[in-house]
Structures are given as C-alpha cells and as structure tokens.
C-alpha cells in the first residue's frame, strides 16, 4: 500500500500540465481552508470541504493523465497504475482533506460550542461527497458519460435527501463533543470503504480503454 502510494506520486512528475494544475489545486485548496474557517463567524456551509475536495481531485486527474499515454499502456505496470495507486492515492488525498476539514470545524465548534450538532451533520455531509467522487473517480475515466451520469443523479438525489433530513440529523447529534468524535469517525470509516469500492470498481474496468473524454482539454488534442 505504502509502496502504491510512493508510485502514484512518483508518477505525477510525468503528468500532463503539471505545474498550472498544482498552482490551481493550491489556490483551490487555500480557499477551502479559508471558508471551511467562515464557521467561527457561524457560517456553516459545504463549499469550503467541496473546494479542498477538489484539490485532490485534480492530483487524480494528473495521475490519470500519465495513464493515457502508450507508454502506461503497454508498460507491465498498466493493471496498478489505473487499479491501486490510484485508489490509494484517493484515499490518502481525500483523508488528509477531510482531516483539514475536521480540524478547522474543531476550532469553528471550540468557539461557538452552540453550532457543534450542525457542524457535526457538515462534516458527514463532506465525506459522503468525498466518498461518492472517490467512486465516480473509479469508472469516470474509462466509462466518462455514463459514470457523469450516474454521478449527477446520485449526488442529486442524495442532497435532497440529506438537506430534507438535516434538521433531524442535527437533533439526533445534540451529545457535543461526544458526537463530534463519532461523525469524524463515521466520515473515515465512509472514505475508507469508498477507497476500497473504488479499487474493486476499477479492478473490474481496467481493461477497458481510457477515454480521452476524461482528460483535460489541451491533452484531448493529443490523443
């Protein structure tokens, strides 16, 4: 796993726009932090974990990039490259974003202990998106529109859900700090098995062709 992990970001070196990417996945990042903290003013809202969320997407995207190329293709190293590393990569991208996440929202509940219940549901609401992107990551870049597709209405549905059950989600969580523990733990426990489906999910897929629909637009041109 550690070793996976050690590839993936070896790999990014050799990725497509790598420099602009990063310099973008930075700015994104520092913005997330930035509204993650709007909490301490008691402004509870799910852009800054979406934004952070992003930027581990997008060292997703880069890894993807290099597995489009021929030489991925016709290297040994395929069925790894776009099966556990990236799953691996995921998952530790996402769980050093959902801890940032965390962190900030302690300091936001430290401060106005009164918002802890809602802070609670913000931060399970984070790691099921973080969760359902960690999956969409593992069909997107082989199957890009049907898996676009399925993403949408998931994450459509699942919000309706969620945002017509928040007020009761909040009630049930009223054990401070007791359930502030619980949901950071329920938030790995979903990242975790997201990064586990998102490695079985891509298993299955991995021999199927990469579709350049997938990849940036200037790398499109190239393949």
């Not at 852009?47 to 030489?71: D, E, K, P, R």
């Not at 199957?143 to 399925?150: E, P």
């Not at 359930?179 to 790995?188: M, Q, R």
Request: overall charge positive.
């Amino acid at each position: 796993m550690i070793n996976d992990l050690k590839l993936g970001f070896r790999t990014l070196k050799f990725a497509h726009a790598l420099k602009s990417t990063l310099a973008c996945g930075i700015l994104i990042a520092v913005l997330g932090v930035a509204m993650c903290f709007m909490g301490i003013l008691g402004v509870e809202n799910f852009m800054g974990g979406y934004f952070i969320m992003l930027t581990a997407l997008f060292l997703v995207q880069l890894l993807w990039s290099v597995n489009a190329s021929n030489l991925v293709q016709a290297s040994p190293m395929k069925k790894k490259l776009q099966t556990s590393v990236p799953a691996i990569l995921s998952t530790f991208c996402m769980t050093v974003g959902y801890v940032v996440v965390v962190l900030t929202e302690v300091i936001a509940a430290y401060i106005r202990p009164e918002r802890i219940c809602y802070i609670c549901v913000l931060i399970l609401f984070t790691a099921a998106v973080m969760g359902v992107v960690m999956l969409y990551e593992a069909a997107c870049y082989k199957y890009f529109f049907l898996a676009t597709l399925l993403f949408v209405t998931c994450f459509v549905v699942g919000y309706g859900y969620l945002m017509r059950g928040t007020e009761q989600l909040a009630e049930f969580m009223q054990y401070g700090w007791g359930s502030f523990a619980l949901t950071t733990v329920l938030g790995l426990v979903i990242l975790w098995v997201c990064g586990a489906l998102q490695y079985f999910i891509s298993l299955t897929i991995y021999k199927a062709p990469v579709s350049k629909h997938a990849q940036m637009a200037t790398l499109r041109r190239q393949l």
